[in-house]
């Protein structure tokens, strides 16, 4: 098993910013990459942005130039740096962690509130 703890979540300002970290712990083999995903009040969990194990990013439209995903191996745990924030990054922000052959983990989330 895999467990994944998020944290780093607040309250900040529009134009702020905010870095959410991922500790993964347990099974740690075989991964393909971890990535984060957020989900506003009413709104489906969309994805935000992925890194894989080698360590290629890839980032929603929405987020591009403003948010940077990274990682240290050597921890286990993967960032999202955030700035630039708009009150529509406001969410819920998860991790995932995905092993090679496609399984799944996601951690409990962390509150992002953007708002003056």
């Known amino acids: 098993q895999v467990q994944l703890v998020a944290s780093g979540g607040g309250l900040v300002q529009p134009g702020g910013s905010l870095r959410l970290s991922c500790a993964a712990s347990g099974s740690i083999f075989s991964i393909y990459g971890m990535g984060w995903y957020r989900q506003a009040p009413g709104k489906e969990r969309e994805w935000v942005a992925s890194?894989?194990?080698?360590?290629?990013?890839n980032y929603a439209d929405s987020v591009k130039g403003r948010f940077t995903i990274s990682r240290d191996n050597a921890k286990n745990t993967v960032y999202l740096q955030m700035n630039s924030l708009k009150p529509e990054d406001t969410a819920v922000y998860y991790c995932?962690?995905?092993?090679?052959?496609?399984?799944?983990?996601w951690g409990q989330g962390t509150q992002v509130t953007v708002s003056s």
């Open positions: 890194i894989t194990i080698s360590g290629n990013t």
């Open positions: 995932n962690l995905v092993r090679e052959w496609g399984q799944i983990y």
